[in-house]
């Protein structure tokens, strides 16, 4: 049975919004890689991305708010550069989604000056809803006989998220004595065990 994506009209934004926007987060990310986000005040961010006050709060409720729009974006942005949305449920595809996730989340610890037990659940929910969102997406242009037999595709979309994202946040948090490539490879074994397709 075929799955029903919900549509929705393509919104245009104004480009003068996006730069806003992304000179805001701009002025985030160089301020976290000084002196963290609890430390970060609005002023801050505005002073550095040379913008007022009320710039910002046309664009973001408050910093909590900027770090999740940035987080969502920039990961959404890094998935579709290093693993474009194609048809075809491959064992090499999904490798390659994992491995990507594992990078990311490396890169944005070495971004951050200290751990934040604040931030980090804000953090670890948006890269985790985006990774359910892609492979939803993906799930949906790929033939359902390649999701195990009686599975709903935002089931598998949930529980592949949850697998890759705990595994790949345990191993960026470790001291990495076992290369990206090589877990990948054991969690895309674990995740299709259960599927007898012959492309997996």
């Not at 963290?36 to 973001?60: K, L």
Request: with cysteine.
């Amino acid at each position: 049975m075929m799955v029903a994506i919900k549509t929705e009209p393509i919104k245009r934004v104004d480009p003068r919004v996006n730069r806003t926007r992304k000179l805001l987060e701009q002025a985030f990310l160089e301020l976290m890689s000084e002196k963290g986000f609890q430390d970060i005040t609005i002023q801050d961010i505005t002073e550095r991305a040379t913008v007022n006050r009320a710039t910002f709060y046309a664009h973001f409720e408050d910093k909590y708010d900027l770090l999740d729009s940035f987080i969502r974006r920039q990961f959404h942005e890094v998935l579709a550069e290093k693993v474009p949305l194609a048809p075809g449920h491959t064992i090499e595809r999904l490798r390659q989604i994992i491995v990507t996730v594992m990078e990311y989340l490396t890169q944005i610890h070495r971004q951050c000056v200290r751990p934040d037990h604040q931030v980090e659940p804000m953090f670890e929910s948006a890269v985790q809803e985006e990774l359910m969102k892609y492979l939803l997406d993906w799930f949906a242009i790929t033939p359902p006989s390649l999701i195990p037999k009686g599975v709903n595709p935002q089931t598998a979309s949930n529980v592949w998220s949850w697998a890759i994202f705990g595994t790949a946040i345990q191993w960026a948090h470790e001291v990495q004595k076992v290369s990206a490539e090589e877990i990948a490879r054991e969690i895309a074994v674990v995740l299709t065990a259960g599927c007898t397709s012959d492309s997996i």
